[in-house]
């Protein structure tokens, strides 16, 4: 009421009206203008991370900035603001699948975590609706640090695709020890067989109507799913390609990842060093 009517009448004749002391009124407006900064602060954050930061994550991004409040009172703050993210977690659900029953064994084992760099990439495809049909997205996953390396965008799923994801690798391919994927045919297949020969790479598949063999890549894609294939929608091709290279270059370098302890990709690598 004071803060309201501050502009028409005093406010030491208010208070003194109110039986308000004059500090506990600057007090109460002291923290109320904090409570308005966190509230700009809660939504810049969301808003400039793509829109799918939860509670969590906006948290460890307030951390970094020298702030320290809780989840509940960020959580508050979403829902007082209609921000809603996009980022969901469930279990998974292994299906039995028709497989190839190739005799390439699964190396990797599950063992995901600490690996060094380029020592094991995993893949994997998705689809997503461009001018009304079916296109699809591949990546390459370095399990070093949750980079993704490679990627790709096209009409079909095949071994092209993948064939172009590996192309936009930077760097030499030989650098690339282990390759790990499911038993789909656009993996396993000559032309992917040729490219792995010809640059000294390991081949690891999982084992049939598994994919917790492949869990990291899945997830990952459950992420890319939630967090970018369900949220937008595309006229062309080519706008695909161009708003997933802008969304890569997010997740690689801006993206805080909770299995990183709150780095981003980018981030993880230079504490490393």
Same mark, same amino acid.
């Given at each position: 009421?004071?803060?309201?009517?501050?502009?028409?009448?005093?406010?030491?004749?208010?208070?003194?009206?109110?039986?308000?002391?004059?500090?506990?009124?600057?007090?109460?407006?002291?923290?109320? =203008? #904090? =409570?308005?900064?966190?509230?700009?602060?809660?939504?810049?954050?969301?808003?400039?991370?793509?829109?799918?930061?939860?509670?969590?994550?906006?948290?460890?991004?307030?951390?970094?900035?020298?702030?320290?409040?809780?989840?509940?009172?960020?959580?508050?703050?979403?829902?007082? !603001?209609?921000?809603?993210?996009?980022?969901?977690?469930?279990?998974? #659900?292994?299906?039995?699948?028709?497989?190839?029953?190739?005799?390439?064994?699964?190396?990797?084992?599950?063992?995901?975590?600490?690996?060094? #760099?380029?020592?094991?990439?995993?893949?994997?495809?998705?689809?997503?609706?461009?001018?009304?049909?079916?296109?699809?997205?591949?990546?390459?996953?370095?399990?070093?640090?949750?980079?993704?390396?490679?990627?790709?965008?096209?009409?079909?799923?095949?071994?092209?695709? =993948?064939?172009?994801?590996?192309?936009?690798?930077?760097?030499?391919?030989?650098?690339?020890?282990?390759?790990?994927?499911?038993?789909?045919?656009?993996?396993?297949?000559?032309?992917?067989?040729?490219?792995?020969?010809? !640059?000294?790479?390991?081949?690891?598949?999982?084992?049939?109507?598994?994919?917790?063999? !492949?869990?990291?890549?899945?997830?990952?894609?459950?992420?890319?799913?939630?967090?970018?294939?369900?949220?937008?929608?595309?006229?062309?091709?080519?706008?695909?390609?161009?708003?997933?290279?802008?969304?890569?270059?997010?997740?690689?370098?801006?993206?805080?990842?909770?299995?990183?302890?709150?780095?981003?990709?980018?981030?993880?690598?230079?504490?490393?060093?």
């Amino acid at each position: 009421m004071i803060r309201e009517n501050a502009y028409r009448y005093a406010i030491s004749a208010m208070c003194k009206r109110l039986n308000i002391s004059r500090s506990s009124y600057y007090a109460h407006k002291e923290t109320q =203008v #904090k =409570v308005d900064e966190l509230n700009d602060m809660v939504v810049k954050i969301f808003h400039e991370n793509q829109s799918v930061y939860g509670a969590r994550k906006i948290r460890a991004v307030l951390l970094r900035e020298g702030i320290c409040t809780s989840r509940r009172r960020i959580a508050r703050i979403m829902r007082q !603001n209609g921000l809603i993210s996009a980022y969901t977690k469930k279990p998974y #659900k292994p299906t039995k699948s028709l497989v190839n029953t190739a005799s390439t064994q699964n190396l990797i084992n599950r063992e995901f975590d600490e690996r060094e #760099k380029r020592e094991v990439i995993v893949s994997d495809l998705t689809y997503v609706r461009v001018n009304h049909k079916w296109n699809y997205i591949c990546v390459l996953l370095d399990l070093h640090n949750r980079e993704l390396i490679g990627y790709s965008c096209g009409e079909h799923k095949d071994a092209l695709l =993948v064939m172009k994801a590996f192309e936009n690798v930077k760097g030499s391919l030989r650098d690339i020890q282990f390759f790990h994927s499911d038993r789909g045919s656009e993996f396993d297949n000559y032309l992917i067989d040729e490219l792995i020969k010809n !640059n000294h790479i390991i081949r690891s598949l999982s084992n049939r109507g598994c994919p917790y063999d !492949n869990a990291v890549a899945e997830a990952h894609f459950k992420i890319i799913k939630t967090e970018f294939v369900k949220r937008r929608s595309f006229a062309s091709l080519d706008e695909l390609r161009l708003e997933f290279a802008a969304y890569v270059h997010w997740f690689n370098n801006i993206r805080l990842h909770s299995s990183l302890g709150y780095k981003s990709p980018k981030e993880f690598s230079v504490s490393l060093l």
